[in-house]
């Protein structure tokens, strides 16, 4: 096979060795060119949600494939964008009126911080410009999201491009409250400053598979309400299902002022994303004054067979049993994961809905940390596609995943101390 001129995303191509060549998805398992196949234990990286190429999402892009491929949504709009933003708001928690497109999660945490900071704006309270973040946090990789992300080996040569924000502690389980008290406080002390608060909903993806209780999401919310400061939910991983519920901040009873979502959207068919938000922000901006404009746009924003994807995933989710099939997951997590822990050589078991996670008991336990792509290499070997962050391994499968495949996981994770020779 000839050198590949592609550059793939956070791969060290020094150490990397030759990339995996997929030919089809189908169900739980991706099969490779060599005649191998893999269990997608990872819904490749959190993007497949039923499962590769469920039927009624494929015969939504082909048929909508036919009809409209690509149009500019300034001035125009479409069927497919039309029903999914109706359907979006309907699955949403409640206030949410408005869903602003784009094309990734990224862009989709970009349109939140530029729709608060615009909103203040056009309320004349631009002194209203400081963004609070949880520790660890991580939110994408273009400029705005990194800048509310934690920050570190991902983005320290690009640090004189990122803007200041105010970081609150992640809530540790046993010491929420000083959690809780550093946003009071920050929210106290610069009434006139603070304009938003983002979070990830629960569990904190990329920082570790970190998890916290919805109580402490509630609190966070009522003080953002009591300080009036915006509530931005980053659901990018933790909608469509991930955390146990369609959204993660209705299992804990939150109704967000602006939300993000994106990556299982589509299903995992195609790149789409959205921003919803109240009404209020859209009124900020609406006016005969043209220098109110929400000034943010992507080429592919509203794509036409991205949102008909989206709406037939849409569609899936109220006409088969999704939610059963994420109780059974998280059942099996339940049964199975405690039996994990009881080898001394693992730590700090931990699981939200669909999503397990599990440290290894080392030394080094830095995203840089050696013990993960030496996993990920013997995972592979073994047919099963996770990919650990540093001593972090984590499951984060599609809803079509059966105990056989689950168990077949667990198997193979059983085995990662060894590999390591713990």
């Known amino acids: 096979m000839r050198t590949s001129p592609i550059w793939h995303p956070f791969t060290q191509h020094a150490l990397a060795g030759e990339m995996l060549a997929v ?7 991706l099969h490779l060119t060599n005649g191998k196949r893999l269990l997608d234990a990872i819904a490749s990286w959190w993007v497949v949600t039923h499962g590769h190429g469920h039927p009624a999402i494929r015969a939504a892009v082909q048929a909508q494939a036919e009809k409209l491929d690509q149009v500019i949504f300034a001035g125009f709009t479409h069927e497919p964008a039309e029903n999914l933003a109706r359907a979006l708001i309907d699955l949403s928690p409640e206030g949410l009126t408005r869903v602003f497109y784009s094309d990734s999660g990224s862009t989709a945490v ?10 203040w704006h056009n309320r004349g309270a631009s002194t209203r410009k400081r963004i609070v973040t949880m520790e660890h946090a991580y939110h994408g990789d273009t400029i705005g999201a990194m800048s509310v992300g934690a920050r570190g080996v991902f983005n320290r ?50 920082g570790g598979m970190l998890m916290y209780g919805g109580g402490v999401l509630r609190e966070m919310k009522r003080i953002c309400e009591a300080h009036d400061v915006v ?18 901040c209705q299992q804990a009873g939150v109704a967000p002022d602006i939300l993000c979502t994106a990556k299982g959207i589509t299903g995992g068919f195609l790149p789409l994303s959205a921003t919803l938000c109240q009404e209020r ?14 000034f943010h746009s992507s080429s592919y924003a509203a794509n036409p067979i991205a949102c008909a ?4 995933n849409a569609r899936v989710w109220a006409e088969e049993p999704v939610q059963d099939r994420i109780a059974a997951i998280a059942a099996f997590h339940a049964r199975r994961l405690p039996r994990l822990a009881e ?8 699981r939200t809905g669909t999503i397990a996670a599990i440290d290894l008991r080392i030394g080094d336990r830095g995203y840089l940390s050696d013990a993960g792509p030496r996993l990920y290499r013997h995972f592979i070997e073994h047919g099963v596609l996770l990919r650990p962050l540093g001593n972090t391994i984590y499951i984060l499968p599609p809803y079509c995943v059966g105990d056989a495949d689950l168990e077949e996981i667990y198997d193979v994770i059983s085995s990662a101390p060894d590999v390591l020779g713990l």
């Open 343 to 350: 080898d001394g050589r693992f730590v700090n078991p931990r």
């Open 110 to 119: 970009e349109v939140a911080l530029k729709m608060a900071l615009g909103y």
């Open 157 to 206: 040569a690009y640090e004189p491009l990122l803007f200041r924000v105010d970081t609150i502690p992640f809530p540790e389980q046993g010491d929420e409250q000083r959690t809780l008290d550093a946003l009071a406080k920050l929210c106290s002390d610069a009434p006139d400053e603070i304009a938003a608060l983002i979070v990830e909903p629960l569990v904190l993806g990329a």
């Open 23 to 29: 030919e089809r998805g189908e169900g739980a398992y």
């Open 231 to 248: 509530f931005i939910a980053d659901e990018v991983m933790t909608g469509w299902g991930r955390s146990g519920t369609l959204f993660a």
């Open 281 to 294: 922000f859209f009124a900020a901006h609406y006016s005969t004054d043209r220098s109110r404009t929400f």
């Open 309 to 312: 994807a989206a709406y037939a």
